[in-house]
């Protein structure tokens, strides 16, 4: 069993920036593929970003690509996406989420752990 616990959610201004953050406790943090995806009220979840087990391969969304970098601490079993130049349309709760394989994935059925999400609103 994995538990995951997001943070650093908020309110924040077109323009701005935020980083989000998800520990992780329970079994091997660093073998597990690690992802963020985005659920906006009314629309169904999207895929934001995802992580190998090392961090040495990513893959974003085309919408939050060159503004959002997904990245990794497996001392610290942390997962980490940082948000520039945020937009209205990013206004979302934020969900991290751990695969149990090495290989990161777009797809959100292949994810086994959820954390509980934060919110994150960009006002224009």
């Known amino acids: 069993q994995v538990q995951l616990v997001e943070s650093g959610g908020g309110l924040v201004q077109a323009g701005g920036s935020l980083r989000l953050s998800c520990a992780a406790s329970?079994?091997?943090?660093?073998?597990?593929?690690m992802g963020w995806f985005r659920q906006a009220a009314g629309k169904e979840r999207e895929f934001v970003a995802t992580?190998?087990?090392?961090?040495?391969?990513?893959d974003y969304a085309a919408s939050v690509k060159g503004r959002f970098t997904i990245s990794r601490d497996n001392a610290k079993n942390t997962v980490y996406l940082r948000m520039n130049s945020l937009k209205p349309e990013d206004t979302a709760v934020y969900y991290c989420?751990?695969?149990?394989?090495?290989?990161?994935?777009?797809?959100?059925?292949?994810?086994?752990?959820w954390g509980q999400g934060t919110q994150v609103t960009v006002s224009s």
């Open positions: 329970g079994r091997t943090f660093s073998v597990f593929a």
């Open positions: 989420a751990a695969r149990g394989t090495n290989s990161g994935s777009s797809i959100w059925m292949t994810y086994n752990w």
């Open positions: 992580i190998n087990w090392s961090g040495s391969n990513t």
